[in-house]
Antibody
Framework: QVQLQESGPGLVKPSETLSLTCTVS????????WSWIRQPPGKGLEWIGY???????NYIPSLKSRVTMSIDTSKHQLSLKLTSVTAADTAVYYC?????????????WGQGTMVTVSS | QSVLTQPPSASGTPGQRVTISCSGS????????VSWYQQLPGTAPKLLIY???QRPSGVPDRFSGSKSGTSASLAISGLQSGDEADYYC???????????FGGGTKLTVL
């Protein structure tokens, strides 16, 4: 079965770039849309955007100027980069599969990775 | 403040039926389908309902969803202690051109 695993630094300094990877195993990475979703501590879910093969993207307007998502089919990986981070970017970051393409349905999620922005 | 409005909390006793509401607008729920997610403590969200009222394989039929106009609801019947979790609604917003989530409802089984 398809599994997702996020990875990356747990601590990022303010003004630096947050870089995360999501490894997709057990299924095709090129046949689906893939979203990144984050959850600040004790708060709700926020959709960041999606990417689909070969590299088309759509980002939430509030983060569009700072976000870059990409997909690497050879490594079965997705990546998320968020520049100029502040404490407000502290959150658990999830990658999730969207089987319907650009919709609100996320049927498989990674376990999430906690990223803290602090000096 | 979330685009979709959910009550912050809900509660019920074992065996009861509870409903959780999700209120939106014509640019989101009014035009698009709604999904629901269950997030048990310390875990990733899990898809519970999609396309307003469809259950993925493996989700018990105690969970049901509905939509009317610019609002949606999640109903849980035969409440169990294991249902204690946060529940989120989600849909596409045509104005924002992205997915929006409700603020979440914390369900307590008394």
């Amino acid at each position: 079965q398809v599994q997702l695993q996020e990875s990356g630094p747990g601590l990022v300094k303010p003004s630096e770039t947050l870089s995360l990877t999501c490894t997709v195993s057990g299924g095709s990475i090129s046949d689906y849309y893939w979203s990144w979703i984050r959850q600040p501590p004790g708060k709700g879910l926020e959709w960041i955007g999606y990417v689909y093969f070969p590299g088309s993207t759509n980002y939430i307007p509030s983060l569009k100027s700072r976000v870059t998502m990409s997909i690497d089919t050879s490594k079965h990986q997705l990546s998320l980069k968020l520049t100029s981070v502040t404490a407000a970017d502290t959150a658990v970051y999830y990658c999730a599969r969207d089987p319907y393409g650009g919709a609100d349905v996320f049927d498989i999620w990674g376990q999430g990775t906690m990223v803290t922005v602090s000096s | 403040q979330s685009v979709l409005t959910q009550p912050p909390s809900a509660s019920g006793t074992p065996g009861q039926r509870v409903t959780i509401s999700c209120s939106g607008s014509s640019s989101n729920i009014g035009r698009n389908t709604v999904s629901w997610y269950q997030q048990l403590p310390g875990t990733a969200p899990k898809l519970l309902i999609y396309s307003n009222n469809q259950r993925p394989s493996g989700v018990p039929d105690r969970f049901s969803g509905s939509k009317s106009g610019t609002s949606a609801s999640l109903a849980i019947s035969g409440l169990q202690s294991g249902d204690e979790a946060d529940y989120y609604c989600a849909t596409w917003d045509d104005n924002l051109k992205g997915v929006v989530f409700g603020g979440g409802t914390k369900l307590t089984v008394l």
